[in-house]
């Protein structure tokens, strides 16, 4: 792999990446089971509303992540799509941080169920925006610079792919930015916030130039065989 892509973020360093993150409302709404039933409960609808408020100023989006060759690091199993071509492997693990869970803990030992289940909503839908919003930091700056582009995503706990390889991809992070970040793994492999995920982004060679499968030249956004194509936040 080219060595600038080890000089420039996500280079193993002593600083988590900064990520940002749009709080969506359809994402908080299906943490609750449905839009549909969020809109038939004007009062939780009016907490989803003020929860979202409150949290958006307390997140604290970051990741850390690491770049080491597929043969370090346990991949997912055959019937995960996509891993076949990677080349190159990105262990990450990243948080929003533990204000908007410890918020939520507070509005219930305060009694206000429906506000806590609000902001634990929230909270979960800003975590599932977090690997989003990795993948495209990678697919729009390092890894396009680098000409790689990035073609798989998978989650320990995932179908054949099991939790229990969590605690070694976080292993393989650097310390520093794990400490940095808040992150930690428990004895139980749990990630501490609990609003964190782990996981691992496959890259592989961008085709130089596009071809008709849906490649993306070298150096711009690889929107045809990214794994989150078609709930991007960033597609234009």
């Known amino acids: 792999m080219p060595d600038q892509f080890l000089r420039i973020p996500p280079d193993p360093g002593p600083q988590p990446i900064a990520l940002p993150i749009a709080v969506d409302a359809r994402r908080v709404a299906a943490c609750l089971g449905s839009a549909e039933r969020v809109a038939a409960h004007p009062a939780l609808a009016a907490a989803v509303e003020e929860a979202m408020a409150q949290a958006r100023p307390i997140l604290h989006p970051v990741a850390v992540c690491a770049v080491v060759?597929?043969?370090?690091?346990?991949?997912?199993?055959p019937s995960v799509a996509g891993w076949d071509a990677v080349e190159w492997v990105v262990p990450f693990a990243a948080t929003i941080g533990p204000a908007v869970e410890l918020a939520a803990m507070a509005a219930a030992g305060e009694g206000k169920l429906v506000r806590a289940m609000a902001l634990d909503a929230v909270a979960s839908a800003a975590c599932l925006t977090l690997t989003d919003s990795l993948v495209h930091h990678l697919a729009t700056g390092p890894a396009a610079a680098a000409g790689?582009?990035?073609?798989?995503?998978?989650f320990p706990g995932d179908e054949d792919y099991p939790l229990e390889h969590q605690s070694r991809l976080v292993s393989l992070l650097p310390a520093p930015a794990l400490a940095a970040a808040g992150l930690a793994v428990q004895a139980s492999g749990a990630l501490s916030p609990v609003k964190a995920v782990a996981g691992v982004i496959g890259l592989t060679r961008a085709v130089a130039g596009g071809d008709a499968g849906g490649h993306a030249p070298v150096g711009r956004r690889a929107c045809g065989r990214c794994p989150i194509r078609g709930r991007c936040p960033f597609a234009s």
């Open 69 to 77: 060759a597929p043969r370090e690091v346990p991949l997912p199993g």
């Open 148 to 154: 790689f582009e990035a073609v798989s995503v998978a």
